[in-house]
């Protein structure tokens, strides 16, 4: 320490360590030294230019300082263990007068200059204990030492990048900074959705978003594949409380799937349609709606299997349905809509208006309805009196048919032909258009984003074999293809996208951080002591969630890890270990897939 300051100055300490009247080193020296050091001024850290030269300034200026220097060295320096008594008070009494001169009498160079030559007359031992104070009062531990709610304030404003690196500095840093008080302010920063079982904390929850976020950005995903008969799919429903989907078939047939069984598999079929199941809609946990080509409407008990009441509602096939608390809403080829009272099981009121059959329904706050018809218009109707507000006509092409709707926010967006555009429902003027796909669309869902930390986004799937999901605010499309036919349904949510096509599968693309990696090791590092290996985490996109293959693996390891525990407390040579790595390189080479890998980043 004594180095740096004296060389700031220009010359060496260790001449001045010499040249300099020797001082004594008693315990009311220390005491004096520090309490001189916490009360340094700022500019002793940075000095402008360097006040003493040579050895006949310091000459000078201990003449021309002589009675402080006096106080210095004879009155606080030359106490003894002996006199310690005595010499307390005596010390106090000076160092009220030293200090007195320090604070009122002395500018600041003056006090620089003070400073200077108590620092050239120090030993190691004592440079050392003013290093330290030296570095304490320069770098402040501010998360240890301010109250827990100032610092989570001033954390708050760090980037998650910073807290990551913050969390590196010391235990108490990453304590602090790895907590879920630390990461819950952040996911609410980021709008985050609050956790699942999934999930360790809320740091783990910020990061699986982040990987959530970039994997819709990139396009990347994995795939399952369900496929319960040799029976077309044309509709399909998602409950993401109970994680349970509902695909309706071309048969009549009506199928469920739990997504939270091992496997995914299929748990239920519902028999009760005569013709193809258009529409299919969760009500109140284990209710589901369906309507058929045969113009009934179904109530179902999922848990017991049952169709509980059928309502004989249309002439014509009903293509559309939506429910609204105990309301349900049907749209036919009768060019009619009619809403329902699900309890009594009558009409509340029949919507008279549109020219061509009705193939899409949605819900526009509390009061509004919305429909789309072969006729090319989409119109807005009152549901408590059935006044028609409103009618968009969309396209005067032909066929023009409008086959699907979603309204967010206001606005609504329509599929027809191989076109959607959105439209304002209060004003009816046309906001946007998108084209990408190049057969007609059958489906279509829309979710308007905030504009800061989601963005808007918009779900087609189409004739042409694929799905579609643009990001409307940056004009970026990306497209997944897999199905071999006709997809006529899609349902979309914050980690997955549900589809169903007309050659007899289901699928569902995954963007969520993935849970079931395969390992493979390499060994980079291979000597007569040890070994080094790298482990390298792999995820298929044909495996399926929670796959035997990946039970099988967990069951593995953990009996391994068992081992290794019971040799490593019997003995200490390590063989236990290297049995444990060989057995898992084993393992994982014999039971890894032949479909080729996809690698995903992982922050």
Same mark, same amino acid.
């Not at 009311?28 to 700022?42: G, K, T």
């Given at each position: 320490?004594?180095?740096?300051?004296?060389?700031?100055?220009?010359?060496?300490?260790?001449?001045? *360590?010499?040249?300099?009247?020797?001082?004594?080193?008693?315990?009311?020296?220390?005491?004096?030294?520090?309490?001189?050091?916490?009360?340094?001024?700022?500019?002793?850290?940075?000095?402008?230019?360097?006040?003493?030269?040579?050895?006949?300034?310091?000459?000078?200026?201990?003449?021309?300082?002589?009675?402080?220097?006096?106080?210095?060295?004879?009155? *606080?320096?030359?106490?003894?263990?002996?006199?310690?008594?005595?010499?307390?008070?005596?010390?106090?009494?000076?160092?009220?007068?030293?200090?007195?001169?320090?604070?009122?009498?002395?500018?600041?160079?003056?006090?620089?200059?003070?400073?200077?030559?108590?620092?050239?007359?120090?030993?190691?031992?004592?440079?050392?204990?003013?290093?330290?104070?030296?570095?304490?009062? %320069?770098?402040?531990?501010?998360?240890?030492?301010?109250?827990?709610?100032?610092?989570?304030?001033?954390?708050?404003?760090?980037?998650?990048?910073?807290?990551?690196?913050?969390?590196?500095?010391?235990?108490?840093?990453?304590?602090?900074?790895?907590?879920?008080?630390?990461?819950?302010?952040?996911?609410?920063?980021?709008?985050?959705?609050?956790?699942?079982?999934?999930?360790?904390?809320?740091?783990?929850?910020?990061?699986?978003?982040?990987? *959530?976020?970039?994997?819709?950005?990139?396009? %990347?995903?994995?795939?399952?594949?369900?496929?319960?008969?040799?029976?077309?799919?044309?509709?399909?429903?998602?409950?993401?409380?109970?994680?349970?989907?509902?695909?309706?078939?071309?048969?009549?047939?009506?199928?469920?799937?739990?997504?939270?069984?091992?496997?995914?598999?299929?748990?239920?079929?519902?028999?009760?349609?005569?013709?193809?199941?258009?529409?299919?809609?969760?009500?109140?946990?284990? /209710?589901?709606?369906?309507?058929?080509?045969?113009?009934? *409407?179904?109530?179902?008990?999922?848990?017991?299997?049952?169709?509980?009441?059928?309502?004989?509602?249309?002439?014509?096939?009903?293509?559309?349905?939506?429910?609204?608390?105990?309301?349900?809403?049907?749209?036919?080829?009768?060019?009619?809509?009619?809403?329902?009272?699900?309890?009594?099981?009558?009409?509340?009121?029949?919507?008279?208006?549109?020219?061509?059959?009705?193939?899409?329904?949605?819900?526009?706050?509390?009061?509004?309805?919305?429909?789309?018809?072969?006729?090319?218009?989409?119109?807005?109707?009152?549901?408590?009196?059935?006044?028609?507000?409103?009618?968009?006509?969309?396209?005067?092409?032909?066929?023009?048919?409008?086959?699907?709707?979603?309204?967010?926010?206001?606005?609504?967006? /329509?599929?027809?032909?191989?076109?959607?555009?959105?439209?304002?429902?209060?004003?009816?003027?046309?906001?946007?258009?998108?084209?990408?796909?190049?057969?007609?669309?059958?489906?279509?869902?829309?979710?308007?984003?905030?504009?800061?930390?989601?963005?808007?986004?918009?779900?087609?799937?189409?004739?042409?074999?694929?799905?579609?999901?643009?990001?409307?605010?940056?004009?970026?499309?990306?497209?997944?293809?897999?199905?071999?036919?006709?997809?006529?349904?899609?349902?979309?949510?914050?980690?997955?996208?549900?589809?169903?096509?007309?050659?007899?599968?289901?699928?569902?693309?995954?963007?969520?951080?993935?849970?079931?990696?395969?390992? %493979?090791?390499?060994?980079?590092?291979?000597?007569?002591?040890?070994?080094?290996?790298?482990?390298?985490?792999?995820?298929?996109?044909?495996?399926?969630?929670?796959?035997?293959?990946?039970?099988?693996?967990?069951?593995?390891?953990?009996?391994?890890?068992?081992?290794?525990?019971?040799?490593?407390?019997?003995?200490?040579?390590?063989?236990?270990?290297?049995?444990?790595?060989?057995?898992?390189?084993?393992?994982?080479?014999?039971?890894?897939?032949?479909?080729?890998?996809?690698?995903?980043?992982?922050?």
């Amino acid at each position: 320490g004594s180095s740096g300051i004296n060389a700031e100055y220009g010359y060496s300490a260790q001449h001045h *360590l010499k040249e300099c009247p020797p001082l004594s080193t008693p315990s009311s020296r220390h005491e004096a030294l520090l309490f001189a050091l916490e009360n340094v001024s700022e500019k002793f850290y940075r000095p402008k230019s360097a006040v003493l030269k040579s050895q006949d300034d310091i000459d000078k200026l201990i003449d021309k300082n002589a009675s402080v220097y006096g106080v210095l060295s004879g009155g *606080l320096f030359k106490t003894n263990k002996a006199k310690k008594c005595g010499a307390s008070k005596r010390f106090l009494k000076e160092l009220t007068s030293v200090l007195t001169w320090y604070e009122d009498e002395w500018n600041d160079s003056e006090k620089l200059e003070m400073l200077y030559v108590i620092l050239c007359g120090l030993s190691v031992h004592e440079l050392y204990h003013a290093t330290l104070i030296l570095n304490l009062r %320069r770098y402040r531990d501010f998360v240890t030492k301010l109250p827990l709610d100032l610092t989570l304030k001033i954390l708050s404003y760090l980037a998650p990048k910073d807290i990551v690196n913050a969390s590196e500095v010391c235990k108490d840093w990453h304590k602090i900074c790895t907590s879920d008080v630390t990461w819950g302010i952040k996911c609410a920063q980021h709008l985050v959705p609050p956790s699942n079982p999934e999930c360790l904390g809320q740091q783990e929850l910020f990061k699986n978003n982040v990987l *959530l976020k970039e994997n819709w950005k990139n396009g %990347r995903c994995r795939v399952n594949c369900f496929s319960g008969s040799q029976c077309k799919m044309v509709s399909v429903a998602f409950d993401p409380k109970t994680g349970k989907i509902a695909t309706g078939m071309a048969s009549g047939e009506i199928k469920i799937w739990n997504l939270a069984k091992s496997g995914g598999g299929l748990i239920a079929t519902l028999i009760s349609h005569t013709k193809a199941v258009w529409g299919l809609e969760w009500f109140k946990g284990n /209710c589901l709606m369906s309507c058929s080509s045969d113009g009934t *409407l179904k109530i179902w008990n999922v848990k017991k299997g049952l169709c509980q009441k059928s309502i004989e509602a249309h002439e014509g096939k009903i293509w559309a349905m939506k429910c609204d608390s105990d309301i349900i809403y049907s749209g036919s080829d009768d060019k009619s809509i009619k809403s329902w009272d699900i309890k009594r099981c009558e009409v509340v009121q029949t919507f008279l208006g549109h020219n061509g059959s009705v193939f899409s329904l949605d819900l526009n706050g509390p009061n509004q309805l919305l429909s789309g018809s072969a006729d090319k218009t989409v119109r807005v109707w009152d549901k408590n009196s059935g006044e028609c507000l409103r009618s968009i006509w969309v396209t005067h092409a032909s066929p023009g048919w409008v086959m699907g709707l979603s309204v967010s926010q206001g606005h609504v967006a /329509c599929c027809y032909n191989d076109k959607v555009a959105i439209y304002h429902i209060n004003t009816g003027v046309l906001v946007k258009s998108v084209q990408s796909h190049s057969d007609s669309i059958e489906g279509v869902q829309m979710e308007m984003g905030n504009g800061k930390n989601s963005s808007t986004t918009l779900v087609t799937c189409s004739k042409d074999k694929s799905i579609h999901y643009w990001e409307l605010d940056k004009d970026v499309l990306h497209k997944l293809e897999g199905h071999k036919d006709t997809v006529h349904g899609v349902v979309c949510t914050s980690t997955r996208i549900i589809s169903v096509s007309a050659d007899c599968t289901l699928k569902i693309w995954k963007f969520a951080a993935p849970n079931n990696p395969t390992i %493979r090791r390499k060994t980079l590092i291979s000597g007569g002591l040890g070994q080094l290996f790298l482990y390298e985490y792999h995820y298929d996109e044909n495996v399926k969630y929670e796959s035997e293959e990946t039970r099988l693996y967990k069951k593995h390891l953990a009996k391994r890890t068992r081992q290794r525990a019971r040799i490593t407390a019997g003995s200490t040579d390590g063989i236990g270990s290297r049995d444990l790595l060989s057995s898992l390189s084993d393992y994982t080479a014999s039971s890894s897939s032949s479909v080729p890998p996809v690698e995903i980043a992982t922050y």
